[in-house]
């Protein structure tokens, strides 16, 4: 039991001394997904667009090619369909109709008049134009918050050489997950926007538990060279950095392969996000902190306050 | 920190104990005893997680009352009510009416300014009227009184939506007020939301009016009159429109009951009229007979009978080609009311329960195995530590459930990934926990001080970490809408357990661990 002990006691890999390899990973990353999102965008799901969701039961395995043929008769624009996970599910996205939401109601009465009897319905989402522009602005609303917030919580509890780091490795997340919702065109709905939202939590969570050992490590090594003190506190966190992922993986993959078929995407984008929020804290996060200037030196009035604050708790 | 006082203890297992408590109902019994519980047990916990319609099935539909609708109405009326004062002060005025966002004319002789100012003035409180030194006038409903008007109109609109959703004979429905203009209807567990939705959404004015013969449809039509199509138009042998009077001979108002029944073997809906209607009625009929009325609804000519005799009683039935479930819809639609102003569906996510059943079903799934992938995990690295990580793992899980239950939070197909979620992340503390003992011993110290250093160290950078997290949690949950709102809720709340759980359980049993077998060394 207890396999923890296998593991080498002091890790030391190179992080630092790596920090190259990394940045032109990251820059890489960041600029693929700029890209991508540029040049094909985003698939977005009847939340944001706006338009008609069905998702509906046939009695025997479905014929896309006929059902496809009956619905594009009905002139109510663009119909894509696409198996749902059975055999005899199949997801109906109808385009936005011209005209009020009015017009959107008469083209749901047109396809299940169409679709006819013996087929169930499971789901029917309707978004009118409205909706649609007004869910857009509170999800960019919500995400700019989230990261402002972030960034200034990390301000107040460490120094803003630390936001500045965590803020940039945070962004990087955020666009890297955009940049792999526009590449898989996974839809991106409300939930994978709540995905985006929850990685940005996961990745600061994991860059903060770093950076504590960042500060403590500036007090304690004080002679030593700040790449140094950089390189030993990832090492020292790194079996806790690895074993965090992984539970949170494992559960993530438990939802992503039996969660069911509608929160595929959104688990797609968790565990894509821990993988990346947690290379950005190690890879991305810290090594930034090369960069800038920290304060070091004993006399600091913070940290003689923070080591009584320390010592008293 | 690891001699853990007295009052601590008690208060760990009592916080444990009263999450098995609340959270007991959920596992102990179905949905149905738990209801017929609510009814019976007073202070027993009964209380069980409440299932979104995402899970339950159900319809949610937000709606837009338009509002601009009755303002338009209201100025319109306004304007008539300006036309007669002028006429009896014997004000003279020209272009006299409804200018969309005001009601204007021109006084004849601006030196009537102040006559004119005074006969508006008494019309109606919360007017707003500005005159001009070359007589032009502005009236507009002050900022108060259309606020006022409005608020009334939504109260009015929820009122009739409720009686309407009431007589479909639906429990548990929500139907509140969003934003300035809007109703948001969430109805659980509906076996036709078509039906629903065609119920609310008809606005259900009913008027009974002359048909003018004079005049062909199609034809030239006087002012007073207008053509209505009929409902049914296109079935042979009928017309497709007809000419009505503009003037209404009794409204929908004057119903005191409606309902669905059968005459001559053919679906009709019999009513009656209170008694003002009635007498309106009876003359209006009297006075009539051998000629044609129409009975509308929302514009369309439902039927339009012969009078064949005066109708006194007050009561009467209206038969069109209905079919019985039409003829159910019309009689319900009349009993509960017209809506003050037509609405509109805005968005609308129905979900089948036979959909909402799988997803339950996925969702405990993917919890369980995520739950034995992660004990697995934590066992297989820690040991005899890992396991108690997976102790304090399930008290998560237990007083998540009770918060859920206590709180009444609703519990969405995201929300339930967000267990997930919380079951992969909750460990991180003990992780954390752990390998801070794990350092402590390699630096020397022995097995108490060494959980002693690792508990305390390993505390500021959960905090730390954690309320991260929360901050986008809470941020999802004040901006998240529906389903959203429900992962921001159990992610929010299994953070917070979580910390209890992983940092206070986990303690507690590691205390008790090292005091019962004073180990030398530790298995980590």
Redesign the interface.
């Known amino acids: 039991m207890a396999l923890i002990r296998k593991l080498p006691v002091e890790l030391n890999f190179g992080f630092i001394h790596r920090r190259g390899l990394f940045f032109i990973f990251s820059a890489a990353l960041f600029l693929g997904s700029i890209g991508l999102f540029l040049t094909q965008g985003l698939n977005f799901g009847v939340d944001f667009r706006g338009g008609i969701l069905m998702e509906v039961r046939t009695p025997q395995p479905a014929d896309l090619g006929e059902l496809r043929g009956r619905l594009n008769a009905l002139g109510v624009g663009e119909v894509s369909l696409q198996q749902f996970g059975e055999p005899t599910d199949v997801l109906i996205n109808i385009a936005k109709q011209e005209g009020d939401e009015q017009q959107q109601i008469l083209a749901i009465e047109a396809v299940k008049d169409a679709l006819g009897s013996g087929i169930e319905i499971r789901r029917q989402e309707f978004v009118g134009p409205k909706i649609g522009d007004e869910l857009k602005e509170a999800g960019l609303l919500a995400t700019v918050l989230a990261l402002l917030g972030i960034g200034v919580y990390i301000w107040l509890r460490f120094e803003w050489q630390f936001g500045v780091a965590a803020l940039i490795a945070l962004v990087h997340d955020v666009v890297a997950t955009i940049g792999f919702y526009s590449l898989t065109q996974i839809e991106f709905n409300l939930a994978t926007l709540a995905a985006v939202l929850t990685i940005a939590g996961y990745s600061i969570n994991d860059t903060v538990v770093i950076f504590d050992r960042v500060r403590e490590s500036l007090r304690r090594y004080k002679k030593l060279p700040l790449p140094e003190v950089l390189n030993r506190s990832i090492n020292m966190t790194l079996s806790r950095t690895i074993l965090t992922s992984l539970t949170t993986l494992l559960a993530l993959f438990a939802l992503f392969f039996f969660g069911g078929e509608v929160i595929r995407g959104f688990s797609a984008g968790l565990i894509w996000g821990v993988a990346i929020g947690t290379y950005s804290s190690v890879g991305l996060a810290v090594p930034l902190l090369t960069f800038i200037k920290l304060r070091r030196g004993g006399a600091d009035e913070e940290d003689t306050e923070a080591e009584t604050a320390e010592a008293s708790s | 920190m690891v001699h853990l006082p007295r009052w601590q203890v008690i208060l760990i297992l009592l916080v444990v104990l009263l999450g098995v408590i609340y959270a007991s109902p959920n596992l102990l019994f179905s949905r149905d005893q738990a209801d017929q519980m609510a009814e019976s047990a007073g202070w027993v916990p009964h209380q069980q997680i409440s299932l979104g319609l995402?899970l339950r099935g159900g319809v949610y539909l937000?709606s837009?009352v338009d509002l601009d609708y009755v303002f338009a109405e209201d100025r319109e009326n306004l304007a008539e009510d300006i036309r007669r004062e002028f006429t009896r002060d014997s004000i003279g005025y020209s272009d006299l009416g409804d200018l969309g966002d005001s009601v204007g004319a021109t006084l004849a002789d601006p030196a009537d300014a102040d006559k004119a100012r005074d006969a508006i003035a008494g019309l109606s409180q919360g007017l707003q009227i500005d005159i001009d030194d070359s007589g032009v006038i502005r009236v507009t409903f002050s900022e108060a009184e259309t606020r006022t008007r409005a608020n009334q109109i939504m109260a009015q609109a929820i009122e009739v939506v409720r009686r309407r959703i009431d007589e479909l004979g639906t429990r548990e429905a929500s139907i509140q007020r969003h934003g300035d203009d809007r109703i948001l209807i969430q109805v659980p567990g509906l076996d036709d939301?078509?039906r629903l939705k065609e119920i609310i959404g008809k606005t259900a004015v009913l008027t009974f009016r002359f048909v003018n013969e004079n005049v062909r449809p199609g034809g030239p039509i006087p002012p007073s009159s207008e053509e209505l199509p009929a409902a049914d138009s296109g079935r042979s042998g009928l017309p497709g429109s007809y000419v009505v009077s503009k003037r209404v001979m009794v409204s929908g108002d004057s119903l005191t009951s409606a309902s669905a029944t059968f005459d001559q073997g053919r679906p009709v809906v019999s009513f009656a009229f209170d008694a003002q209607g009635a007498k309106r009625f009876g003359d209006a009929t009297r006075d009539n007979v051998g000629k044609l009325f129409a009975i509308i609804l929302d514009d369309q000519v439902i039927s339009a009978p012969v009078i064949n005799e005066p109708i006194l009683g007050g009561r009467g039935i209206i038969s069109g080609s209905f079919t019985t479930q039409e003829a159910q819809d019309l009689a319900l639609l009349l009993r509960a009311g017209a809506l003050p102003a037509p609405i509109?569906?805005?968005?609308?996510?129905?979900?089948?329960p036979?959909?909402g059943a799988?997803?339950i079903l996925?969702?405990e799934?993917?919890?369980v195995?995520?739950l034995i992938?992660?004990v697995v995990?934590?066992?297989?690295?820690?040991?005899?530590?890992?396991a108690l990580a997976s102790v304090a793992l399930f008290v998560n899980l237990i007083l998540l459930m009770a918060a859920l239950s206590v709180l009444q939070a609703t519990l969405t197909?995201?929300g339930?990934?967000g267990i997930?979620?919380t079951?992969?992340?909750a460990?991180?503390a003990n992780?954390?926990i752990?390998?801070r003992i794990?350092?402590e011993m390699?630096a020397g110290r022995g097995p108490v001080t060494a959980v002693d250093a690792g508990y305390?160290r390993a505390?500021?950078?959960i905090f730390?970490?954690?309320?991260?997290?929360?901050?986008?949690?809470l941020?999802?949950f004040?901006?998240?809408?529906?389903?959203?709102k429900g992962?921001?809720v159990t992610?929010s709340l299994g953070l917070i357990t979580s910390m209890f759980s992983a940092i206070m359980v986990t303690r507690l049993l590691v205390v008790a661990w090292l005091r019962s077998r004073r180990p030398q060394a530790l298995?980590?």
């Open positions: 995402d937000l837009e939301p078509q509109t569906y805005l968005e609308e996510r129905t979900v089948g036979g959909l799988d997803s996925a969702g799934i993917a919890s195995l995520g992938f992660v995990f934590m066992v297989g690295a820690y040991g005899l530590f890992g197909l995201p339930i990934a997930v979620l079951i992969g992340m460990v991180d992780v954390l752990f390998e794990r350092e390699r305390r505390m500021k950078t730390d970490s954690n309320l991260t997290t929360l901050i986008a949690a941020l999802l004040q901006f998240g809408s529906g389903p959203i992962f921001a992610l298995a980590l």
